[in-house]
């Protein structure tokens, strides 16, 4: 039996962001860390204040781990991850082919029966969508209903969360502040902190 996916109607009570626009380089949003986590507890509330009861959180990974395992600490509930991956190319902005993990890594003996599905934004909606799909198929037994969370809706979506933070109508590209990561080495690093401690 198919599992019940919640798909909510075109939200219209969520502040949209405002988002500068560069008309060589098209849109960009950029996201401090003091904005990134204020967010999440801005979704974790929008979720709480739904009513709406779940006993399992599966996040996307990367973008959703940290999102993921912020609300398994705030709701207590356990957390199973599914690594998928559609980015990659020059600065990973180039949408490629979705691969995903063989299974779901998850410390709980069964999935539990209604599932919060998290990921930090929902772009062209693929990811989201095949998600589902993928879970149907190879979890659809233990499921009874899935919604799905995440902090950045943009308006080019082909699927609307159940709950998000920002309505982006502009589509721009986001930076997260966790992208500096994937620009730095580990020698160079070790390098900055050595020439802090001769300082």
């Given at each position: 039996?198919?599992?019940?996916?919640?798909?909510?109607?075109?939200?219209?009570?969520?502040?949209?962001?405002?988002?500068?626009?560069?008309?060589?380089?098209?849109?960009?949003?950029?996201?401090?860390?003091?904005?990134?986590?204020?967010?999440?507890?801005?979704?974790?509330?929008?979720?709480?204040?739904?009513?709406?009861?779940?006993?399992?959180?599966?996040?996307?990974?990367?973008?959703?781990?940290?999102?993921?395992?912020?609300?398994?600490?705030?709701?207590?509930?356990?957390?199973?991850?599914?690594?998928?991956?559609?980015y990659g190319g020059s600065n990973n902005?180039?949408?490629?082919?979705?691969?995903?993990?063989?299974?779901?890594?998850?410390?709980?003996?069964?999935?539990?029966?209604?599932?919060?599905?998290?990921?930090?934004?929902?772009?062209?909606?693929?990811?989201?969508?095949?998600?589902?799909?993928?879970?149907?198929?190879?979890?659809?037994?233990?499921?009874?209903?899935?919604?799905?969370?995440?902090?950045?809706?943009?308006?080019?979506?082909?699927?609307?969360?159940?709950?998000?933070?920002?309505?982006?109508?502009?589509?721009?590209?986001?930076?997260?502040?966790?992208?500096?990561?994937?620009?730095?080495?580990?020698a160079e690093l070790a390098a900055a902190?050595?020439?802090?401690?001769?300082?």
């Open positions: 039996m198919p599992i019940s996916v919640s798909h909510p109607s075109k939200p219209v009570d969520h502040q949209e962001q405002s988002v500068p626009t560069d008309p060589a380089n098209g849109s960009d949003l950029y996201i401090s860390w003091a904005e990134y986590h204020r967010s999440i507890e801005r979704l974790a509330g929008m979720i709480y204040q739904s009513g709406w009861q779940f006993n399992q959180i599966v996040c996307l990974a990367k973008g959703g781990l940290r999102v993921g395992d912020v609300l398994s600490r705030l709701y207590d509930q356990p957390m199973a991850i599914l690594a998928v991956s559609s902005q180039a949408r490629g082919a979705l691969t995903f993990a063989k299974d779901l890594t998850m410390t709980t003996a069964n999935l539990g029966n209604r599932v919060l599905l998290v990921d930090d934004l929902v772009d062209s909606g693929a990811s989201l969508q095949k998600t589902l799909v993928w879970l149907d198929r190879h979890y659809g037994f233990y499921i009874d209903e899935i919604r799905t969370a995440v902090l950045w809706y943009k308006a080019c979506s082909t699927i609307a969360p159940n709950y998000y933070v920002d309505y982006l109508a502009h589509n721009p590209w986001i930076h997260q502040p966790f992208e500096c990561y994937e620009t730095t080495t580990p902190e050595a020439s802090t401690l001769i300082s």
